[in-house]
């Protein structure tokens, strides 16, 4: 059993043995296009979850059922059910704006507001009513420690935030979402607009911040799946038009040495996508 | 006929065209200043007229013009910029909005000089405010109102998404989405729209001619009347009483209103390098 829990680069932490968000029959529509369907996936708290798969094989689509970001595109339909800590989010009850607040959200681009570092990262807080200075001077400098920022923006909080670069911005918009405290990161293809030696950074990131948090990406990057995730899930849409499909959902290290699905082993070995 | 000698003739008949642009702004700003510059001085600027308002300098006119033009902006930008978040934001895309739309594009393009004549009727006449910087002012707004309202949902529609699901990711609300992030990024744009409107109201000459009255004066409050320096211009050159000043004020008027464009143009790019 201990031999299992080891992947190929991460242990996945004893406190890793509950669902955080659990996912049951999960159907989802653009319009006419059925996008998703029959999606079951339960995934671990405290760990890194990555989603794999070809263009257009609906892993972003999925990712964003979570924090119900596909509220905001007119025209989706959901179906099936996800709870959160064993509370289904699309109940009607639920208000998507404070579940956005626990689920906090990275995208393939990032996005700085055009302000000051400072007013980047304190932006959170803010929303959610935090006035005081000093309380937001402890957020700023916490959340900018946390996303490993803070050494090269300490002396310019004040510069705008789209002054940094490429992989600094991305950390920026970590640490943006660290200061609103989320139980859960969502991960977007993180990496994929940005320099390698900033990929490593962030990557180093994520393993530092499992400890305390959910973490879920999607990545078109095999490699960097392996490396960072101890579970991985493989989404395939087999024909154009058909939804897609969740094949394989296992231990990192098991999707990559010996993965159950043909279509699985197919994708990993590079035959196609 | 030979492909290159067509490329080149097209080339030509394009290059000679821009060219033409710039020569015929070349001109008019070399006409007007060759034949202002004599006129320009501190005096002139800052004097009232005398004799038959003819002599002197020209400083009520240049107030009565920046006072009117800072009231229709204060009265038009709120207005504006709230339809415009609306139309951009709120309101669902379909014919309403097209309708809208189509309104603002219209009420751009009516004649300036109906837009006085309106301005007389309503404020003027029927509401009573009489010749005043206020009537003006809310008849030039509505000269100024498709402009920027139309700018302003531009620019909103041109702030990225990734800007609005940043702020929806840390658990905004539509409102707070908007007014925090997305109309910050917005603001460089807006104000570009809202200087290049005034830019347009300071040259307005039909619209104030009805509103505001032709009293030399220096107005105070917004209830008291004036004359622009269009309608000084225009006198001075229409009566043929003192061409010389007529082509001082014009020329004014034209640095007045490059100032605000150029002021323009420094918004934007300054909001272009920082993404």
Not at chain 2, 102 to 128: N, Q
Request: aromatic share 8%; proline share 5%.
């Amino acid at each position: 059993m201990a031999d299992q829990l080891r992947t190929r680069s991460t242990s996945v932490p004893a406190s890793a043995v509950r669902d955080k968000i659990s996912v049951k029959g999960l159907e989802f529509h653009y319009g006419d296009f059925h996008a998703l369907t029959g999606v079951t996936v339960g995934i671990r708290e405290k760990a890194v979850t990555a989603f794999i798969g070809p263009s257009g094989c609906g892993k972003s689509t999925f990712l964003r059922c979570f924090n119900r970001m596909n509220d905001l595109i007119p025209g989706t339909r959901m179906g099936g059910k996800i709870t959160l800590d064993g509370e289904d989010i699309y109940a009607p009850g639920v208000d998507p704006v404070d579940l956005r607040r626990r689920i906090g959200m990275i995208f393939q681009q990032p996005n700085p507001f055009p302000m000051s570092i400072y007013d980047n990262v304190a932006f959170g807080p803010r929303l959610h009513g935090m006035k005081r200075r000093s309380e937001l001077d402890e957020v700023v400098q916490r959340s900018l420690e946390r996303a490993n920022l803070w050494k090269e923006t300490k002396d310019i909080l004040d510069r705008n935030g789209l002054a940094l670069s490429g992989g600094q911005q991305q950390r920026l918009c970590i640490a943006r979402v660290l200061a609103v405290e989320p139980d859960i990161l969502l991960m977007d293809e993180p990496c994929s607009a940005i320099d390698p030696t900033s990929v490593q950074k962030i990557e180093d990131l994520m393993a530092e911040l499992k400890d305390r948090i959910t973490i879920i990406i999607v990545t078109h990057n095999m490699q960097q799946a392996a490396r960072v995730s101890d579970f991985t899930a493989f989404f395939l849409q087999e024909r154009t038009g058909e939804p897609a499909v969740l094949v394989e959902f296992d231990r990192t290290a098991n999707v990559f040495t010996s993965p159950k699905d043909r279509r699985t082993e197919d994708y990993i070995t590079g035959r196609f996508g | 006929m030979d492909k290159r000698v067509a490329n080149a003739i097209a080339l030509t008949a394009l290059w000679v065209s821009a060219l033409t642009t710039v020569a015929i702004l070349a001109a008019v700003i070399l006409y007007v200043f060759v034949n202002g510059i004599s006129q320009l001085s501190l005096e002139f600027i800052f004097t009232w007229p005398h004799g038959v308002n003819s002599e002197g300098g020209v400083w009520p006119t240049i107030v009565s013009t920046l006072y009117v033009t800072a009231l229709a902006m204060l009265i038009v930008t709120p207005v504006a910029v709230l339809a415009a978040v609306y139309l951009a934001e709120y309101a669902v895309q379909g014919r309403l909005v097209g309708m809208i739309r189509f309104a603002a594009d219209s009420l751009a393009s009516v004649p300036s000089i109906v837009m006085g004549l309106f301005g007389l009727a309503l404020f003027v006449e029927a509401m009573g405010i009489g010749f005043s910087m206020l009537s003006a002012a809310m008849a030039l707004s509505f000269l100024m109102l498709p402009i920027v309202m139309r700018t302003t949902e531009e620019a909103i529609r041109a702030v990225p998404k990734y800007i609005r699901w940043g702020a929806y990711g840390l658990g905004a609300t539509k409102w707070q989405t908007v007014s925090r992030s997305v109309l910050p990024a917005a603001m460089p744009r807006i104000i570009t729209g809202i200087i290049l409107a005034t830019g347009r109201a300071v040259g307005e000459t039909a619209v104030v001619i009805y509103t505001m009255g032709q009293a030399i004066n220096l107005p105070l409050t917004p209830l008291d009347s004036g004359r622009p320096m269009t309608v000084h211009l225009y006198l001075l050159a229409m009566e043929g009483i003192n061409l010389p000043a007529a082509y001082g004020s014009a020329l004014l008027l034209m640095i007045m209103i490059l100032a605000f464009n150029l002021g323009a143009r420094y918004f934007l790019r300054r909001s272009s390098r920082r993404t």
